[in-house]
């Protein structure tokens, strides 16, 4: 990839980043919930899944989705299924005390590792974008693999910065989410449930 091509994919990336979706929301929910350095295990499982994203469309996976049916579909309603469960479990979770506690709210490293790399990796949407994204600039004339790294790195920086940041924003409104936090927990996992809901039916 010439340096050129990776500005104008960084560029595109960073813009990419700062769009509303279901891992944007997540981290902004999780930075809420448990802190700007607790949320870290869910940007980490997020990049992840972004690789491996990547990985796929890159590598050939992409062009098989999206010529078959079957397999968009399935993958539809199993990212469909994965987000309203997690819609779920948000609405479900508790407000956050803010007078009685003196720092993050409790939570297991490995969930929000895992819950990241899901949200990001079962979204067939992201499968479906990054195989049309990324033919943009891709050279076949230098080395596939050299270029997923790149790509792949890239991405993954930046989304994690970008994610870093809505958490930390987050985190910095906690007082506020004291007085209204189940009602904030409701509505972030309202749209989650939405967001999985409409998802399998889109065409």
């Not at 579909?73 to 508790?94: D, K, N």
């Not at 009602?183 to 039916?201: E, H, K, Q, S, T």
């Amino acid at each position: 990839m010439q340096f050129d091509t990776w500005l104008i994919f960084s560029v595109a990336s960073i813009g990419l980043s700062l769009s509303p979706g279901p891992n944007s929301l997540l981290v902004l929910t999780h930075g809420a919930l448990h802190g700007s350095r607790k949320t870290l295990f869910t940007i980490a499982g997020g990049g992840l899944g972004f690789v491996a994203i990547i990985a796929l469309c890159m590598f050939g996976i992409g062009a098989l989705i999206k010529s078959s049916l079957l397999w968009l579909t399935v993958l539809r309603w199993v990212g469909g299924a994965y987000l309203v469960w997690l819609g779920i479990q948000v609405w479900r979770s508790p407000p956050i005390d803010v007078v009685v506690s003196t720092g993050p709210t409790e939570a297991n490293g490995g969930s929000l590792f895992r819950q990241g790399f899901l949200a990001a990796a079962t979204n067939p949407k992201g499968l479906l974008f990054f195989s049309a994204f990324l033919t943009q600039f891709i050279d076949p004339h230098r080395s596939l693999v050299t270029q997923f790294a790149v790509v792949a790195a890239t991405f993954a920086v930046t989304e994690s910065l970008v994610e870093y940041a809505l958490a930390s924003a987050a985190n910095r409104v906690r007082p506020w989410l004291g007085r209204v936090g189940r009602r904030f927990n409701r509505a972030c996992g309202g749209v989650f449930v939405a967001i999985g809901a409409v998802l399998p039916l889109q065409a």
